[in-house]
């Protein structure tokens, strides 16, 4: 029996990695879904037949845990909104980092024949694991509006850094202690685990949120993978460190489309500039709907950029309507996506495969920004940072040096904007000042609604 219970976990691996590789391109990543899901059936009903699971009482609250969880789970997911995709991306990456600690815990609350390796493991999975969790919750809390401030003061770094000393030298004390240790030792280390993480993600603007919830990620896999190892399964193992390396790759991919290293996102004040910032220079130009509609209907070639203003509007479906009226007139459309756009890696992504846009008209910035000289219009939705050209011109911009795209050397700007106010990271756009651009502000729904009418009646 237990060999076939090593077999299923290997099985159950190896779906885990195909659906991840599935999971690298949007037209086929629901079937990489599907088959890591699979996967995570294999290894569950694998674990009732566990040589340590044994008594129906251990089996009964294992089904419990499971129903419960999954009906929550199932519950919350189907209610969710796209817009609020990305917090439940970091809720639940923060669930897995939780889990992983409890594992360790537990573990080290038992000492049952721990060897020394083991429980080094466990504690090292025990840090990063309880950082993922309350850095997670953080991150959940700012995207859902609950945490509004982004929290600074004078120190904080250094503040931080000998809150993550204490912890090390606690957690040193746990991993070659033996049993020796106390439990008030082993609290004190998880509760300094669960502060660290947390004043970790509270002064991180909400503009570098993609990458950090990426970087949660990659520890809750990282710690999902130390657990497999103090547990002896192969699953948790593969599966972690899958989760681990990709999460990190992703993470560093982010930080180099904002032109930033990691530690920089970590450990700087995004959002505040080294020194006086250049001061913008004419008007914002409004724009009727109308007036918009004949210049896209008359174009040649239009590129729109989306960014979280589309998200909030939920306006992919009638943007993808505007986009159908365009081709029809034969007009050329392209969709253009910045790494970062939005509050999650592949936000953007996500929801135009939800409006059914096919995926050969949507191109990344290096693909697309040499088209924007020869584009006759482009419409901005929603983005602000990702087409800011202070980003090029301005050394003392808090975004100086990250990639952009080139949306200010159209032909033609449409920016659609709700308001008249900054955007999320609170730094003025130059773009929607310069003299190519015309702002139609409203809803992005309504106002692509707005267009698709006044398009139908040209």
């Known amino acids: 029996m237990d060999y076939l219970v090593q077999a299923s976990y290997f099985a159950a691996a190896v779906l885990f ?34 040589p340590s699971i044994h008594g129906f009482e251990k089996m009964i609250l294992i089904t419990i845990a499971m129903g419960l969880g999954g009906y929550l789970a199932w519950s919350s997911g189907k209610k969710v909104a796209m817009t609020d995709m990305p917090q439940m991306v970091a809720l639940y990456n923060g669930l897995g980092g939780g889990a992983a600690a409890l594992i360790a815990a537990v573990e080290l609350i038992r000492q049952e024949n721990m060897s020394q390796i083991v429980q080094i493991l466990a504690v090292i999975g025990a840090l990063i694991g309880t950082m993922a969790f309350s850095g997670s919750l953080v991150a959940y809390a700012k995207l859902q509006g609950i945490m509004r401030k ?38 004190v280390f ?22 950090v ?23 948790m193992m593969i599966a972690g460190i899958v989760v681990g390396s990709a999460g990190t790759l992703l993470t560093q991919l982010m930080a180099k489309a904002m032109n930033r290293p990691i530690s920089n996102v970590l450990f700087s004040n995004f959002g505040e500039a080294s020194g006086e910032a250049q001061e913008v220079t004419g008007s914002m130009k409004e724009i009727e709907a109308s007036d918009a509609a004949v210049m896209m209907a008359f174009a040649e070639k239009v590129i729109i950029v989306p960014g979280y203003g589309m998200a909030v509007a939920q306006a992919q479906h009638k943007i993808w309507e505007l986009v159908k009226q365009l081709q029809e007139r034969g007009v050329t459309v392209k969709f253009a996506i910045h790494p970062v756009a939005g509050r999650m890696p592949g936000h953007m992504n996500v929801l135009l495969a939800e409006a059914g846009v096919p995926y050969d008209i949507i191109y990344d910035l290096d693909e697309i920004n040499e088209e924007f000289p020869t584009t006759d219009v482009t419409l901005v939705i929603g983005a602000n940072d990702v087409v800011n050209p202070a980003a090029r011109t301005d050394p003392n911009s808090p975004i100086h040096g990250m990639p952009i795209l080139n949306a200010d050397k159209s032909k033609n700007v449409i920016v659609i904007k709700r308001g008249k106010g900054k955007g999320f990271s609170g730094i003025e756009n130059h773009l929607f000042f310069a003299d190519n651009t015309r702002m139609l502000y409203g809803d992005a729904q309504q106002v692509a609604n707005d267009l698709v009418s006044d398009i139908k009646e040209i």
């Open 17 to 50: 990695i195909y659906g991840l590789k599935k999971m690298s391109s949007p037209s086929h990543a629901r079937k990489g879904i599907v088959w890591a899901g699979v996967g995570m059936v294999i290894a569950t009903l694998a674990t009732y037949f566990h």
């Open 190 to 211: 998880f509760l300094l685990s669960l502060l660290f993480g947390a004043m970790m993600a509270v002064p991180i603007g909400g503009a570098d949120m993609p990458v």
């Open 150 to 187: 982004t929290l600074r003061f004078p120190g904080q770094q250094l503040v931080n850094g000998i809150t993550f000393l204490v912890t090390v030298i606690l957690g040193l004390m746990i991993a070659f202690g033996g049993s020796d240790y106390s439990m008030f030792v082993l609290f």
């Open 213 to 235: 919830i990426s970087l949660f990620n990659a520890l809750t896999g990282l710690a999902v993978g130390f657990e497999g190892y103090v547990l002896a399964n192969p699953a």
